[in-house]
């Protein structure tokens, strides 16, 4: 299977520049408060069963905060289940992801060349979330998505909501 998926995104930063002479020294924290953006999901998985694929996904996207923009890459190893796929009907198409890794996440000033306020260097990654994928299209399935994504390293927490359209293609009999 082969899924891609588009969101709105709320929600900020809050870190230290990627230094050890920074890192923990207040007058170096920044907290960009929420903001609205958007980015995008695309992942490749395998089926064992009708209700469970496993795969790899990456993810990008950026929040503006006013002064600030938040910008965001991770990948992972990826787990999406149809826990309702026995139940038959419109429960087997409501499903839930898992996907850890790494990320990385930088926060500047909008529209400035300068150094990062937020800068992650390489970090932990974690989303999890819910979907529905009752609408069909050949062998296309689509429908809304709910996301929690973090990204974290010792000198940030970025944690970001998605509310978007999710697409996959199945392939196979």
Do not use: C
Request: glycine content about 18%.
């Amino acid at each position: 299977m082969v899924g891609l998926a588009v969101a709105g995104h709320v929600g900020g930063a809050s870190g230290y520049p990627n230094d050890v002479e920074k890192i923990d020294r207040e007058p170096y924290h920044t907290n960009t408060g929420a903001g609205l953006g958007g980015g995008a999901a695309l992942w490749f998985g395998w089926a064992i069963a009708d209700w469970v694929t496993f795969g790899l996904g990456i993810s990008g996207g950026a929040v503006s905060t006013g002064d600030e923009l938040v910008r965001s890459a991770a990948a992972g190893l990826r787990v999406d289940l149809f826990p309702g796929w026995p139940l038959g009907g419109p429960w087997q198409d409501v499903g839930a992801f898992f996907e850890t890794g790494f990320g990385y996440t930088t926060t500047e000033l909008a529209g400035e060349d300068a150094d990062p306020l937020i800068e992650s260097g390489g970090a932990s990654h974690l989303a999890v979330g819910v979907f529905y994928e009752g609408i069909r299209a050949w062998q296309f399935s689509m429908g809304p998505l709910a996301t929690v994504d973090l990204v974290w390293s010792p000198s940030v927490l970025r944690p970001v909501g998605w509310v978007g359209w999710r697409v996959a293609y199945y392939a196979g009999p």
